[in-house]
């Protein structure tokens, strides 16, 4: 009897089988529908004109084909000066951005976070979400006449105290600094809406038990805040190199002039007056193939070093 039943065990195990899940169902295909739009649009916009870079190694004009050049037009980039000016302004305006304008929202949100008037909250909130939904065209426009040497508000407070009216946006070395400036604020208060969900989600036992322990605001923000953001800040910032020059091209077309094209003048602007203004269509796909390599580059690098040197051993793909 006994033997029967240690027989039947397995024999009773083995004849169980598990239902495949479906696919397609109630709960999951909104969520598809949600997503569709997404994919759509990366597929319309970014796999559908992969073919065009090929234009890069063509001689394309404005009648159309004329034949293959090979590398021809990025040995002619590489041997112009004007050209890796712009490329170091980019990269002069993305170190700021990493230095002042990535850290913004983070400290925009902890700061945000500490706030207990929930009613005061929500109005310095929506306050700073507001500018992101402002064009760059109205923002610019703004900030320029703020900033006008014979009009701005600005220059009116330098001429009460006594001193000469600055034309701000005819100082070369002064434009980086006002890009960064004007990109935290229309952006810090939009980018810390994400943060703001990762606090939200921080138990708060943690902070009880720090209270308990001793410890002040500042040393619950470096002992549970910050570590409670860390995967999101890495997550942010690994994926912020897959378009590391995004963001760039419509408030500096928009606030370049000739005065200061020498550290105004970026890859994208080039890019736009060579390849559209001028009609060079191989020397701009040229340029913008070179830009997306060097995007692509730093991705995957810094993937890998995530991978390298996480506690887990894992990147973010």
């Given at each position: 009897m006994?033997?029967?039943?240690?027989?039947?065990?397995?024999?009773?195990?083995?004849?169980?089988?598990?239902?495949?899940?479906?696919?397609?169902?109630?709960?999951?295909?909104?969520?598809?529908?949600?997503?569709?739009?997404?994919?759509?649009?990366?597929?319309?916009?970014?796999?559908?004109?992969?073919?065009?870079?090929?234009?890069?190694?063509?001689?394309?004009?404005?009648?159309?084909?004329?034949?293959?050049?090979?590398?021809?037009?990025?040995?002619?980039?590489?041997?112009?000066?004007?050209?890796?000016?712009?490329?170091?302004?980019?990269?002069?305006?993305?170190l700021?951005?990493?230095?002042?304008?990535?850290?913004?929202?983070?400290?925009?949100?902890?700061?945000?976070?500490?706030?207990?008037?929930?009613?005061?909250?929500?109005?310095?909130?929506?306050?700073t979400?507001?500018?992101?939904?402002?064009n760059?065209v109205?923002?610019?426009?703004?900030?320029?006449?703020?900033?006008?040497?014979?009009?701005?508000?600005?220059?009116?407070?330098?001429r009460?105290?006594?001193?000469?009216?600055?034309?701000?946006?005819?100082?070369?070395?002064?434009?980086?600094w006002?890009?960064?400036?004007?990109?935290?604020?229309?952006?810090?208060?939009?980018?810390?809406?994400?943060?703001?969900?990762?606090?939200?989600?921080?138990?708060?036992?943690?902070?009880?038990?720090?209270?308990?322990?001793?410890?002040?605001?500042?040393?619950?923000t470096?002992?549970?805040?910050?570590?409670?953001?860390?995967?999101?800040?890495?997550?942010?910032?690994?994926?912020?190199?897959?378009?590391?020059?995004?963001?760039?091209?419509?408030?500096?077309?928009m606030?370049?002039?000739?005065?200061?094209?020498?550290?105004?003048?970026i890859?994208?602007?080039?890019?736009y007056?060579?390849?559209?203004?001028?009609?060079?269509?191989?020397?701009?796909?040229?340029?913008?193939?070179?830009?997306?390599?060097?995007?692509?580059?730093?991705?995957?690098?810094?993937?890998?070093?995530t991978?390298?040197?996480?506690?887990?051993?894992?990147?973010?793909?």
């Amino acid at each position: 009897m006994a033997h029967s039943d240690a027989v039947a065990l397995p024999l009773d195990t083995t004849t169980k089988t598990k239902k495949k899940g479906k696919i397609f169902t109630k709960r999951s295909v909104p969520l598809y529908l949600m997503i569709l739009p997404a994919m759509v649009f990366t597929v319309m916009f970014q796999y559908i004109p992969l073919p065009g870079r090929l234009i890069a190694f063509m001689d394309f004009r404005t009648a159309g084909f004329q034949g293959w050049v090979g590398l021809e037009h990025f040995r002619f980039l590489f041997n112009l000066d004007y050209f890796w000016n712009a490329f170091i302004n980019t990269w002069r305006i993305v170190l700021l951005g990493y230095l002042f304008f990535f850290p913004a929202p983070i400290l925009f949100a902890l700061l945000l976070n500490e706030i207990r008037v929930k009613s005061f909250k929500k109005v310095v909130q929506t306050l700073t979400v507001l500018p992101n939904f402002i064009n760059w065209v109205v923002v610019s426009t703004i900030f320029i006449s703020i900033l006008s040497p014979r009009f701005g508000y600005v220059n009116d407070l330098i001429r009460a105290f006594g001193g000469e009216p600055i034309f701000f946006f005819s100082i070369p070395r002064l434009f980086p600094w006002l890009l960064t400036y004007l990109r935290i604020w229309k952006g810090v208060g939009y980018s810390a809406i994400i943060y703001l969900a990762a606090l939200s989600a921080v138990d708060a036992e943690l902070y009880e038990s720090a209270v308990i322990d001793g410890a002040g605001r500042i040393r619950q923000t470096f002992a549970v805040t910050l570590p409670a953001l860390a995967p999101t800040i890495l997550v942010l910032f690994v994926l912020s190199f897959a378009d590391v020059f995004s963001g760039l091209f419509e408030p500096v077309l928009m606030l370049k002039n000739p005065m200061i094209n020498s550290t105004a003048e970026i890859l994208d602007t080039y890019i736009y007056d060579v390849g559209l203004v001028r009609r060079r269509y191989g020397l701009g796909a040229a340029a913008g193939l070179f830009k997306a390599t060097i995007s692509m580059t730093l991705l995957l690098t810094v993937n890998w070093v995530t991978k390298r040197f996480s506690p887990e051993g894992r990147g973010i793909f």
